[in-house]
């Protein structure tokens, strides 16, 4: 509902994509989060995963394996299925080892999908994500936090004369 009122309140305002903390066709279902939510919204979206679903279907193809491949940042290396379909891109996003998993979740395709997430990273999580990471992590601190984070009132000696 709160897309809906701004995408007929402020249509200036809609996003041209939108990336997602997740998988799109790069699931067990073919389907994950970023898929499910570009098919509700109508609008195209990126899932951008840190850690890679083990599908029997991609085959023997670990994590350490691919890291080995993606020598310097752009480097990308195809998830594709035994049987030749293509699900996602391993893609190094920055000069840190790790890659992201890139994944079509609806109305994009994987190459520009690919481009995007690249232009968008300084650090290994593109920026937005990042960005959204952190306010949201700032917001439950203040308004939710945790008990580690309340801090105890000091008592004051009432023996003091």
Not at 2 to 27: A, F, S
Not at 59 to 84: M, N, R, Y
Not at 137 to 157: C, D, F, G, V
């Amino acid at each position: 509902d709160l897309v809906r009122k701004q995408l007929t309140d402020k249509p200036e305002m809609t996003p041209d994509v939108i990336m997602v903390d997740g998988n799109g066709i790069l699931h067990p279902n073919r389907a994950g989060i970023a898929s499910h939510l570009g098919v509700i919204l109508g609008l195209p979206t990126i899932g951008v995963a840190k850690n890679l679903h083990q599908l029997p279907e991609l085959g023997d193809i670990g994590k350490k394996s691919i890291v080995e491949q993606l020598k310097q940042k752009g480097d990308t290396f195809p998830l594709a299925t035994t049987a030749g379909e293509l699900l996602g891109m391993a893609v190094r996003t920055s000069t840190g080892p790790n890659p992201v998993f890139v994944s079509v979740g609806s109305g994009i395709s994987l190459s520009s999908a690919v481009h995007i997430v690249l232009h968008s990273s300084q650090y290994r999580v593109p920026e937005p994500t990042r960005q959204a990471d952190i306010i949201s992590r700032e917001y439950l601190r203040i308004h939710h936090p945790t008990a580690r984070q309340i801090q105890p009132s000091k008592q004051r000696n009432s023996n003091i004369n």
